[in-house]
């Protein structure tokens, strides 16, 4: 059974940094692992993002503030906020994208981790 686990969220004024950080228990690798965030009345929407390889892709928000990185040995992975502004107030949720020898992807899901932002 694959489990996420985030862990570093908080309030923070603007200009501020977090850096939030999830855990995949279980043996699987995974193929890819990100970030993605919900404020209150908008749809989910992707943060960041990294293969496995070490490419990343991060939304045009938070492009040079926001750097997202991963250990695949211990199946982990970061994000780095940097010039946190209220418009980054959300819940943080981690994902994972596992791929089987069929190609079929698995995603999994972290509880969520509020972050707020204070102007």
């Known amino acids: 059974q694959v489990q996420l686990v985030e862990?570093?969220?908080?309030?923070?004024q603007a200009g501020g940094s977090l850096r939030l950080s999830c855990v995949a228990s279980g043996s699987i690798s995974f193929n890819i692992m990100g970030w993605y965030r919900q404020a209150p009345g908008k749809q989910r929407?992707?943060?960041?993002?990294?293969n496995s390889g070490g490419s990343t892709n991060y939304?045009?928000?938070?492009?040079?503030?926001?750097t997202i990185s991963r250990d695949n040995?211990?199946?982990?992975?970061?994000l780095q906020m940097n010039s946190l502004k209220?418009?980054?107030t959300a819940v943080y949720y981690c994902n994972a994208v596992a791929r089987d020898y069929t190609f079929r992807e698995y995603y999994y899901w972290g509880q969520g981790t509020q972050?707020?932002?204070?102007s």
């Open 45 to 50: 929407e992707l943060v960041a993002a990294a």
């Open 86 to 88: 209220p418009e980054d």
């Open 115 to 118: 972050v707020a932002v204070s």
């Open 7 to 12: 862990s570093g969220g908080g309030l923070v």
């Open 73 to 78: 040995a211990k199946n982990t992975v970061y």
């Open 59 to 66: 939304a045009n928000s938070v492009k040079g503030r926001f």
